[in-house]
């Protein structure tokens, strides 16, 4: 019984509380990083609705009744864009129509590459002004100055021309409901059968136009805890100061992370590695990080056997210390590219499937994925 026994002030300032939760809106996210960007935002106002659970795919994804009433009393979505979910387009346009959105790949100031289409990747002067084209200044979404190191990008060079109407193809590869059951054919590198291995994907995938795996650049999760903000603040002024400063903490956070992984990462600088599929380059780009290649150009095909081929004569060449598998897939087609080289292997994560979703689990990610490249790579 004591437990249900509150001082005067205490319950008062509890019923205090609730006009203002009646009053934060509800929000509907799409991947667990970015659910977890507007979780840091919210804070103990409210909890953000996570659409795609980390161990499915964001590429095809059926909605439960759930999360489609969900959407139906969304205020505001949040998500990264068409470009990694497009069956998400017309639930929004059916479901969530009266809802703000945020479409966070499109968002002013967001650092946008587009996807490599080679086989064994560049790195030339071409690359160089690849990056240089991607750094730009982000002031405007950030009153930090003093974390303006971390931002070394001009917005006027980068412009937006990357910018895609359309955007079907891949990005992410996380296992879906019909995930285990293909697996056992991660090892075939048919590319008549390729459709046939999609892990449930139903629908096809042009691996062009604009990359999405952009919240694996940190920078970007700066910019965007800072655009979620100002979202929340006009659909809900009574605590705008709440989540602007919520939002700063987060942008501290992130960036004193970028400074001490900077500092860890440097050393690795031009060590050559290769991925499972191309969903890393945000984060190299940031760190300075050499992928060679990936050996699948994206995760809803195996790769043919003249990728294969390239990927090995790449490995053989650049001499490849690393290979980074997925906790999604089957490690044997890692095992079957480097068959008899002295390369080591380690499994990375883009999306955070063995962490709990919330507030900590971006910079989580992050960190972890840091540490597993230092462990492979040191």
């Known amino acids: 019984m004591p437990r249900f026994l509150f001082p005067s002030a205490a319950l008062a300032t509890a ?15 799409d991947i667990a990083p970015v659910h977890s960007l507007v979780a840091t935002v919210m804070g103990e106002l409210g909890a ?43 639930p929004l346009e059916t479901l969530a129509g009266s809802a703000a959105q945020l479409e966070l790949l499109e968002a002013d100031g967001t650092i946008q590459y587009a996807f490599r289409e080679e086989v064994v990747f560049a790195h030339s002067d071409d690359a160089e002004e690849h990056e240089d084209h991607a750094d730009h200044d982000h002031d405007d979404h950030d009153d930090h100055d003093d974390h303006d190191d ?52 139903d629908h096809a995938h042009d691996h062009d136009g604009l990359d999405p795996h952009a919240w694996l650049d940190p920078e970007n999760g700066r910019i965007w805890l800072g655009l ?34 900077e500092a860890k990462l440097e050393p690795l600088e031009g060590k050559p590695f290769v991925v499972f599929h191309d969903a890393y380059q945000y984060f190299e780009t940031r760190f300075h990080l050499r992928a060679v290649g990936a050996i699948r150009l ?12 390239e990927i090995q004569e790449a490995v053989a060449q650049s001499g490849v210390v690393c290979a980074f598998s997925e906790p999604q897939y089957n490690p044997r087609l890692i095992q079957t590219v480097f068959a008899g080289t ?11 499937l063995k962490l709990a979703p919330g507030a900590t689990l971006y910079p989580a990610l992050i960190e972890a994925l840091a540490n597993e490249v230092v462990s492979c790579l040191d």
Not at 178 to 200: N, S, T, Y
Not at 230 to 259: F, H, K, S, V
Not at 342 to 352: F, H, L, M, R, S
């Open 228 to 261: 979620i903000a100002e979202q929340l603040a006009t659909l809900d002024p009574e605590n705008a100061a709440t989540y602007r400063a919520n939002a700063a903490a987060g942008q501290d956070q992130l960036a004193g992370m970028i400074g001490s992984l």
């Open 15 to 29: 019923f205090a509380a609730f006009p203002a939760m009646a009053d934060v809106p509800n929000v509907v996210t």
């Open 342 to 352: 002295q390369a080591k292997t380690a499994e990375i994560d883009p999306i955070g």
């Open 150 to 201: 971390h931002a070394e990008h001009d917005e006027e060079e980068h412009g937006h021309a990357e910018k895609h109407d359309e955007h079907d193809h891949d990005g992410d590869g996380h296992q879906d409901h019909a995930a285990e059951d293909h697996e056992d054919h991660h090892d075939a590198h048919d590319d008549d059968h390729a459709d046939e291995q999609d892990h449930g994907h």
């Open 48 to 90: 953000p609705e996570l659409l795609v659970d980390p161990g499915s795919s964001p590429h095809s994804y059926a909605l439960r009744p759930s999360q489609a009433r969900a959407l139906d009393k969304a205020d505001l979505v949040v998500w990264i864009g068409e470009p990694l979910t497009p069956w998400l387009h017309d």
């Open 298 to 309: 994206s995760d809803a095909s195996d790769p043919s056997p003249a990728r294969i081929a």
